[in-house]
Nanobody, 116 residues
Framework: QVEVVESGGGLVQPGGSLTLSCVAP????????MGWYRQGAGKQRELIAR???????YYRDSVEGRFSVSRDNAKNMVYLQMNSLKPEDTALYYC??????????WGPGALVVVSS
């Protein structure tokens, strides 16, 4: 069973930046389409960014221009650079395959809290 582990979450002030990392240590093939998802308190998990095996990137409107997704296939790593963070970005952030129906086991997520 492939598992993913996210890291890099934390407490940041509005307008600040964080970079999340995701690794899938047991993945035997790194050329999957990958997504970053988040789940706020009392909300459903939503896809916010994805990076395709060919490198194409897509973003949810609410994070477009502020977040940037990248990957390092040699290291089985996927990253999410988050700038100009807003309180409404507070959530648990997860990475996994895209689309979600092909997901591996969900990791613990990385908690991001944007607050002054």
């Amino acid at each position: 069973q492939v598992e993913v582990v996210e890291s890099g979450g934390g407490l940041v002030q509005p307008g600040g930046s964080l970079t999340l990392s995701c690794v899938a240590p047991k993945a035997t093939h790194t050329y999957f389409d990958m997504g970053w998802y988040r789940q706020g308190a009392g909300k459903q998990r939503e896809l916010i960014a994805r990076i395709m095996s060919g490198g194409e990137r897509y973003y949810r409107d609410s994070v477009e221009g502020r977040f940037s997704v990248s990957r390092d296939n040699a290291k089985n790593m996927v990253y999410l650079q988050m700038n100009s963070l807003k309180p409404e970005d507070t959530a648990l952030y997860y990475c996994n395959r895209y689309p979600e129906r092909y997901s591996w086991a969900w990791g613990p997520g990385a908690l991001v809290v944007v607050s002054s």
